[in-house]
């Protein structure tokens, strides 16, 4: 029997994008949170004397010029040598992007799987075939699994692979694949990388995403780490995750249906807080937080947004014991309709509500929206087009987001002027 770790998605000192515009963030915290993410994955392995570990992709951020995270990454993999632990990376397009990558120097027990073709190492002490291939480019679009090796007979078989499978939202399509593919080899288990949200694909043979091992926006919520991977000696495969992150991204999405007051509406908060505190394994917690609903209280917070985003934030930090950051704030209000609430809406106001209520309820108005304001896109600066805050009016969940966010703006701009619900 022999056990090993699958992790992929290191995004080693990953820098948290503009994180420091944000008031009260946790900015050191973030800034050292994939090292100590990584530290941690360094620490199970040795504690559970695991026979190696495998890394699927993406090790790195991109192109890094500075060779500090190269030899933090060294000293750690150091660490592991010095514990009889061999490791095996198959470098995935963050890494093909990184001049690191191509400079940096190993210690010796780490296996970079080559980047031009297919490639087996034997561990002889345990009688596994490692298979993998690293990307030689950043946008690697062929299915590199169809040039696999067939299985070693008489080994335990693991295939190493950064890929989009059959495709993820949010994720480049590099080296697709099929789960067709994947059970054709006859491997007793596929370690994969790439996508950020770890999934079983299949349980047997198993085929898994292990997911990043540190959360670094918004999006990448929940429990994030690496595969605890056993073989006893019939063969059978064993996966069991385990936790390295150090902070943790979180949603919280509070129902303010029938809400009478804004107050109302915050408590309602605090008792969704408390539960994301608890399941949260006592790590510090970012929290984005979505308030909507039809609600009485629609006017009260509409018309003074800026007072209950901080009576929301204030009752984060008393709630979380000063161990939680709200990092933004979404209203996406309604008031009522219907026999038992008459009230319609008029004026200018009642119809801008109107109107990004059908946007937030019909997907396909959101894409004509897109399309609508793509001569606008045109004339914007550089900096509106490129990185992390370029527009994506093609993509009707940004459209969405924008929208909820600019809602409060509009309304209250819109009665200050004297226009009324």
């Known amino acids: 029997m022999f056990t090993f770790l699958h992790a992929a998605d290191i ?3 990953s820098p948290f994008h503009k994180l420091d515009r944000y008031e009260g963030a946790p900015v050191a915290e973030f800034r050292q949170a994939t090292r100590r993410a990584f530290e941690n994955l360094v620490r199970l392995a040795i504690a559970e004397k695991v026979a190696f570990v495998i890394i699927a992709g993406d090790l790195y951020d991109g192109d890094w010029k500075d060779y500090n995270t190269g030899l933090y990454l060294v000293s750690r993999m150091g660490a592991l040598r010095d514990a009889g632990i061999p490791v095996f990376v198959a470098a995935g397009n963050h890494d093909a992007a990184s001049a690191i990558t191509k400079t940096l120097r190993f210690p010796e027990n780490v296996t970079l799987f080559p980047a031009h073709h297919p490639a087996t190492f034997l561990v002889e002490k345990v009688g596994a075939a490692l298979h993998g291939q690293s990307f030689a480019t950043p946008a690697e679009k062929r299915d590199l699994s169809r040039g696999y090796p067939p299985a070693v007979p008489g080994r335990c078989n693991i295939g190493v692979l950064h890929t989009c499978a059959s495709g993820r939202e949010g994720h480049e399509p590099y080296a697709p694949c099929s789960l067709e593919v994947l059970r054709n080899k006859g491997y007793d288990y596929w370690a994969l990388g790439h996508v950020h949200q770890r999934e079983v694909l299949q349980e047997d043979p198993p085929v898994v995403f292990s997911g990043n091992t540190q959360g670094r926006h918004a999006k990448e919520t929940g429990a994030k780490g690496c595969y605890l991977v ?10 069991q995750f385990r936790s390295l992150d150090v902070v943790r991204w979180a949603t919280a999405r509070v129902d303010a249906g029938g809400a009478e007051s804004g107050y109302e509406v915050v408590e309602r908060f605090i008792r969704h807080l408390e539960e994301l505190v608890v399941e949260s394994d006592g790590l510090p917690l970012a929290v984005r937080v979505e308030v909507k609903g039809e609600t009485l209280a629609c006017d009260e917070i509409l018309s003074d947004v800026d007072r209950w985003t901080n009576e929301i934030r204030s009752a984060a ?8 950051w709200v990092e933004k704030i979404a209203f996406r209000l309604r008031m009522p309709v219907g026999d038992r609430f008459p009230h319609v809406p008029g004026g200018a106001v009642g ?3 109107h109107l990004l209520d059908e946007l937030d309820a019909d997907p396909g108005s959101r894409v004509e929206l897109g399309a609508e304001l793509a001569d606008l896109e045109k004339k914007l600066p550089r900096e509106l087009k490129t990185g992390p805050e370029a527009l994506r009016l093609e993509d009707e969940h ?9 809602r409060p703006l509009l309304v209250r701009r819109l009665l200050r002027k004297g226009d009324a619900l």
Do not use: T, Y
């Open 317 to 324: 930090v008393e709630s979380g014991g000063g161990g939680v």
């Open 398 to 406: 940004w459209l969405g987001d924008l929208l909820a966010q600019v």
């Open 351 to 353: 119809e801008l509500l």
């Open 230 to 239: 056993s073989v006893d000696d019939h063969g059978r495969i064993g996966v």
């Open 11 to 13: 995004h080693l000192d």
